[in-house]
């Protein structure tokens, strides 16, 4: 069975640091697009960001560009978001998400297989 798992989110203080890691179980993350999406309260589901393969690039939302990165270790299986200045409007549920593509979007809909989310909360 196909599985992600999403890791490391907590509590930070604004201005503070934070990754969330995105493990593959069954399957090898190498082949995948992969996707980070959130979701905040009252809030519709944003793409935050996305890597594809070793032939694709990676993509950000304008509100997290220059603070936020995505990495990805093969060996590993792993993908990470490095999230840093951190905001209390960054504050939801992270998801990773994967697509059999070399190249990815950060629409939720082009993605097939989600984690069950890790919760950030941005506060003092």
């Known amino acids: 069975q196909l599985r992600l798992v999403e890791s490391g989110g907590g509590l930070v203080q604004p201005g503070g640091s934070l990754t969330l890691s995105c493990a593959g179980s069954?399957?090898?993350?190498?082949?995948?697009?992969i996707g980070w999406f959130r979701q905040a309260p009252g809030k519709d589901r944003e793409g935050v960001s996305c890597?594809?393969?070793?032939?694709?690039?990676?993509n950000y939302a304008d509100s997290v560009k220059d603070r936020f990165f995505i990495s990805r270790d093969s060996a590993k299986n792993t993908v990470w978001l490095r999230m840093d200045s951190l905001k209390p409007e960054d504050t939801a549920v992270y998801y990773c998400?994967?697509?059999?593509?070399?190249?990815?979007?950060?629409?939720?809909?082009?993605?097939?297989?989600w984690g069950q989310g890790t919760q950030v909360t941005v506060s003092s």
């Open positions: 998400a994967a697509v059999l593509a070399e190249l990815c979007t950060l629409s939720s809909h082009e993605f097939d297989f």
């Open positions: 069954g399957f090898t993350l190498g082949h995948y697009a």
């Open positions: 890597i594809g393969t070793n032939h694709g690039g990676s």
